[in-house]
């Protein structure tokens, strides 16, 4: 059944508005709440006594990317966290300073909910992964082996710099690019030649680039745990036809630093391999806003910018407007909230973006 009721969607909102005002409580509560929402409130109004409802969200501004470069990471600390050491990740940069988020277990908490969406079949417990992607500061890496590790399983890790494969490519230094890809990959399949690995977690393009070197169903992959750059429909076909053969487990992700993981519903044969991906609400809500006004939301299968509000203790991001778009999708079970199809870069159609591997 891939419909939902209104009363599903009902309760779901209703659940979703009673975490918000829980957590507005907690980061504006001068007991519980951080330095820098406490001094916006002083700024600007409390939010504890004029926000009950998601709807109502649109009183605060949009979250700026800035006060995530420019502020000393401690302004975030909630009171009740204060004198326990966090994590610091990165999300972005090329150039520059880098978005930081930090948190303390939000990445288990988000990739432990991902974990019942994810078969049996295709990532088998108590065996080992294979993480190709980047690790350094970003939380993915931890997140990964978090996920392996509730399913018994341990993890190999092969590391991605996005940074520098986007940055020879501005520079149009393909060659770089390429040499930079088939190191990464050489890396990959001799783990895959001489270990036991079931599942795999990669980006798109270098699961491309992985399957020109080797059959991924004889090497034992089962399943594919992916994420990053875009994935068009046509793009989608030929990666669960041509490459894993039908046959090897697909799991499609949107996630980020910021956000967590957004799960996609399972492909049917109407989607036409268009994916849909669903927030983890309420811990995290993805809004398809008119780019040239966001405090108003697109009509479903209407294409807009993707707004994206996190709603845990350990962070509050109020209304952050990514550079992404996406195509805004009707509830389908078992989520009982608006999805984000098609996700690509903000403007795709009117620019060249680089992407790189991620």
Same mark, same amino acid.
Not at 72 to 80: D, F, K, L, R
Not at 236 to 263: C, D, H, K, Q, S
């Given at each position: 059944?891939? /419909?939902?009721?209104?009363?599903? =969607?009902?309760? &779901?909102?209703?659940?979703l508005?009673? %975490?918000?005002?829980e957590?507005?409580?907690? %980061?504006?509560?001068?007991?519980?709440?951080?330095?820098?929402?406490?001094?916006w409130?002083?700024?600007?109004?409390?939010?504890?006594?004029?926000?009950?409802?998601?709807?109502?969200?649109?009183?605060?501004?949009?979250?700026?990317?800035?006060?995530?470069?420019?502020?000393? +990471?401690?302004?975030?600390?909630? &009171?009740?966290?204060?004198?326990?050491?966090?994590?610091?990740? !990165?999300?972005?940069?090329?150039?520059?300073? +880098?978005?930081?988020? @930090?948190?303390?277990?939000?990445?288990?908490?988000?990739?432990?909910? $991902?974990?019942?969406? @994810?078969?049996?079949? %295709?990532? *088998?417990?108590?065996?080992?992964?294979?993480?190709?992607?980047?690790?350094?500061p970003r939380?993915?890496?931890?997140? =990964? !082996?978090?996920?392996?590790?509730?399913?018994?399983?341990?993890?190999?890790?092969?590391?991605?710099d *996005?940074?520098?494969?986007?940055?020879?490519?501005?520079?149009?230094? #393909?060659?770089?690019?390429?040499?930079?890809?088939?190191?990464?990959?050489?890396?990959?399949?001799? @783990?895959?030649?001489?270990?036991?690995?079931?599942?795999? #977690?990669?980006? *798109?393009?270098?699961?491309e &680039?992985?399957?020109?070197?080797?059959?991924?169903?004889?090497?034992? =992959?089962?399943?594919?745990?992916?994420?990053?750059t875009?994935?068009?429909?046509?793009?989608?076909?030929?990666?669960?036809?041509?490459?894993?053969?039908?046959?090897?487990? $697909?799991?499609?992700?949107?996630?980020?630093?910021?956000?967590?993981? &957004?799960?996609?519903?399972?492909?049917?044969?109407?989607?036409?391999?268009?994916?849909?991906?669903?927030?983890?609400q309420?811990?995290?809500?993805?809004?398809?806003?008119?780019?040239?006004?966001?405090?108003? /939301?697109?009509?479903?299968?209407?294409w807009?910018?993707?707004?994206?509000?996190?709603? /845990?203790?350990?962070?509050?991001? +109020?209304? #952050?407007?990514?550079?992404?778009?996406?195509?805004?999708?009707?509830?389908?079970?078992?989520?009982?909230?608006?999805?984000?199809?098609?996700?690509? *870069?903000?403007?795709?159609?009117?620019?060249?973006?680089?992407?790189?591997?991620?």
């Amino acid at each position: 059944m891939n /419909t939902v009721t209104p009363e599903t =969607i009902k309760r &779901a909102r209703e659940q979703l508005d009673g %975490h918000l005002r829980e957590t507005i409580a907690w %980061h504006f509560g001068p007991d519980t709440g951080c330095p820098f929402w406490l001094e916006w409130a002083k700024k600007n109004f409390d939010p504890r006594r004029e926000v009950a409802t998601f709807e109502e969200m649109t009183k605060f501004p949009h979250f700026q990317d800035e006060w995530l470069r420019d502020l000393q +990471p401690e302004v975030w600390v909630p &009171a009740q966290f204060k004198g326990k050491p966090f994590n610091v990740f !990165e999300t972005g940069g090329t150039t520059g300073m +880098p978005k930081q988020r @930090i948190g303390w277990d939000d990445y288990k908490v988000d990739y432990s909910e $991902f974990s019942d969406k @994810i078969s049996d079949q %295709h990532f *088998p417990r108590n065996h080992y992964w294979l993480m190709m992607g980047p690790t350094g500061p970003r939380r993915l890496r931890l997140a =990964i !082996e978090h996920l392996a590790n509730l399913r018994g399983s341990s993890c190999y890790f092969v590391d991605l710099d *996005p940074r520098w494969v986007k940055k020879v490519i501005a520079q149009k230094q #393909f060659e770089q690019a390429r040499a930079y890809l088939d190191h990464v990959v050489e890396q990959a399949v001799t @783990i895959l030649k001489h270990r036991r690995v079931s599942g795999l #977690f990669t980006t *798109p393009k270098l699961l491309e &680039a992985l399957a020109e070197k080797i059959n991924l169903w004889e090497a034992g =992959i089962r399943g594919v745990f992916c994420g990053g750059t875009t994935m068009a429909p046509q793009y989608v076909r030929f990666l669960v036809e041509e490459l894993l053969e039908g046959r090897i487990g $697909f799991y499609p992700t949107y996630g980020n630093t910021l956000m967590g993981l &957004a799960a996609s519903v399972p492909l049917l044969p109407e989607d036409r391999f268009s994916i849909t991906y669903y927030a983890p609400q309420p811990r995290a809500v993805l809004r398809i806003v008119d780019p040239n006004n966001p405090n108003t /939301t697109r009509g479903y299968d209407e294409w807009g910018r993707v707004e994206l509000t996190t709603l /845990t203790r350990e962070f509050f991001m +109020p209304r #952050f407007l990514e550079r992404d778009e996406a195509i805004r999708r009707q509830p389908r079970a078992p989520y009982a909230w608006d999805g984000v199809a098609e996700v690509r *870069p903000f403007g795709a159609l009117q620019k060249n973006i680089v992407e790189g591997v991620y």
